[in-house]
């Protein structure tokens, strides 16, 4: 199994992305995290590609604690975990299920570093939104946005052109 990483300091100058070439800068996140993320210039990012594959969410979790061990932010990485976890598995039973034609394209996690603040993304091709549940006692699962909130300074979502979506987390 081949997995593609790729590191960079700064984000290429770019207006514009998509689902295929996606690569965000501070400037493109959602206004709900892009207050987080700028206003200074110390900033890392590290992207991975899942291949739609059940191991890939473990793969995941160990690339966002190699990325944090290495830019020195080990003490995030329980929680950084987690919050991947869920929104891997999130990306892989909701967002390929529901785009069942798109379903063999590959996840990208990204995390962006500012400082003490990472912010982690995921993208999928489907197009259902993310929304908390309010799972009965009985439920199996759906309580993994709360564990996403509970853990994040905040998170949110955000549409891809041509279809698909983002979903991202920031922590402290």
């Not at 473990?58 to 932010?73: C, D, E, I, M, P």
């Not at 967002?95 to 990204?110: D, N, V, Y």
């Not at 993310?130 to 709360?146: C, N």
Request: charged share 15%; with cysteine; aromatic share 8%.
């Amino acid at each position: 199994m081949m997995i593609a990483v790729q590191f960079a300091q700064t984000a290429p100058p770019r207006t514009s992305w998509t689902a295929l070439d996606w690569w965000p800068p501070v400037g493109w996140w959602p206004d709900a995290a892009r207050d987080l993320l700028s206003g200074s210039p110390a900033m890392s990012s590290a992207t991975f590609v899942l291949p739609p594959q059940a191991e890939s969410v473990h793969s995941a979790r160990s690339f966002a604690t190699g990325t944090l061990t290495g830019w020195k932010l080990a003490e995030l990485s329980e929680n950084m975990e987690l919050v991947v976890s869920e929104l891997a598995t999130n990306a892989f039973r909701h967002g390929l299920r529901l785009a069942e034609t798109r379903a063999k394209e590959p996840i990208r996690l990204s995390l962006l570093r500012r400082d003490g603040l990472v912010a982690c993304a995921l993208n999928d091709p489907g197009s259902g939104l993310p929304a908390l549940r309010d799972p009965s006692p009985l439920d199996i699962g759906g309580l993994g946005l709360h564990i996403v909130e509970s853990l994040s300074l905040r998170w949110g979502w955000a549409p891809l052109a041509p279809y698909g979506k983002i979903v991202w987390a920031v922590l402290r």
